[in-house]
């Protein structure tokens, strides 16, 4: 069959490459970094008969012009080459695009939105399982999708659960969950797509091409989005109660008398829910939604909700060392998911913060930090940038420590002298400048934290 040329070597760029050889493509991953690590990752995939191409850039040319370009979740959409491809009427989609071809057979929930795409794609993945149905979670979570493509060979599935990114469904044109969630809307990202329009464009469309949506209708941009919405089989959900609810309220999750109730049936109390913070309640409104639509049972549903605990890198309790919180948030990648995270935990607060800093409005961050910490260390790239905007907002108490390690022996100190009640690694920022992503970022933290005497 015909050549592909995949670029990026990351998990996801791997996994593509595996699908289409089995399927007989002539694969070539082009990767524009060299390392060691990279060189043994190319040595094993040749012996699969995929070849891989270190340090170069695909190029188009009449020796190599493949019929298919698949882009890893990490490669902008609108890089000269791909722009170039597109023109001449090469097809180029992203890895999740080509996992759909061979998973359309299963129905899908695709969990997209700026925050909360993990936590609620965990859950729905946690009472689906509770219900006995097999499924198994795929895109920024667990799986990549293409992995999860080939692993049905052996082990066929009932429901595909995917957390999509916006980057993921830039690449995708055809990509149609059963049930699609949007979860929360701010600025992120912009960096790449440009306007807040066109990010919510490519949010929107995903939702569009789904046939049920479901919409967080606590989250003030969706709710006034929904305002001027005729989407069909749409259902909202509200920690405010039926009456905030957009829509009919037989397609409503909410809260009345601290008990969830799902298309105006009592599921639980939601007292027996052990994450804090309501981002994560409006984020189990949204699961119990997705797990009623798939067929989920009451019990299971429940079962589910007293014993879930989160997932990892976000507000991850790591342990507790004479009274104080070690927690793991680096999953806030940007300033509202840290403020998220501040608002969720006790104070006073030593704050981790730093990193590769992105766009966006730090204005209800800082006042956050202002109200619930202690003191902040700066790490990373970041840390002159937020120096500086923490001076401009009267706020002196921080301090430039550059490096993890640094910041944990600095936080436990200063922990014992301000009689702070959490170390939070909190970061606002992503994690490039110093760490492979912000899972290597947060393991960083943990081990670091569990070396505490």
Known sequence: MGKVGIIGLGKSG???????????????????????????????????????????????NAKNFPELIIVSPGVAYDIPILVEARAKGIKTIGEMELAWQYLKPYPWIGITGTNGKTTTTALIEAMLKAGKIKT????????????????????????VVAEISS?????????????????????????????????????????????????????PYLHNFGLNLDWKNTYWTSLKGKNYLLGDIEKGVYLEDSWIVAFQELIAPISLFKMVGKHNLQNLLMATAAAKLAGVSKSAIVETISSFTGVPHRLELIKTINGVAYINDS???????????????????ILIAGGEAKEGDDTAWIDKI?????????????????????????????????????????????????????????????SFDQYRSFEHRGDDFRQLCLKIK
């Open 370 to 430: 202002k109200k619930k910490c202690a003191s902040v260390l700066l790490i990373g790239d970041a840390g002159d940038l937020f120096a500086e905007k923490l001076d401009k907002s009267g706020f002196q108490k921080y301090e430039i420590v550059k490096t993890m390690d640094k910041a944990v022996f600095r936080g436990k100190e200063l922990a014992e002298e301000k009689g702070a009640k959490v170390v939070l690694l909190s970061p606002a920022c992503a």
């Open 136 to 159: 198994s979670a795929c895109g920024n979570i667990g799986y990549a999708a293409c992995e999860l493509a080939l692993s049905v060979l052996e082990n066929p599935l009932e429901w």
């Open 14 to 60: 791997i996994a593509a490459a595996r699908i289409l050889n089995k399927n007989n493509y002539e694969v070539t991953i082009y990767d524009c970094s060299k390392s060691k690590s990279l060189e043994e990752i190319k040595n094993n995939l040749a012996t699969e008969n995929i070849t891989v191409k270190l340090g170069q850039n695909l190029e188009l």
């Open 331 to 349: 999953k806030a990648t940007n300033y509202d998911a840290a403020e998220v995270g501040l608002d969720s935990v006790e104070s006073p607060v």
């Open 167 to 219: 980057y993921q469904i830039e690449s995708s044109q055809e990509l149609s969950p059963k049930i699609g969630i949007w979860t929360t809307f701010t600025p992120d990202h912009l960096a790449r797509h440009k306007t807040l329009e066109n990010y919510h464009n490519i949010k929107a469309s995903l939702l569009q091409r789904s046939h049920y949506k479901i919409l967080n209708g606590d989250d």
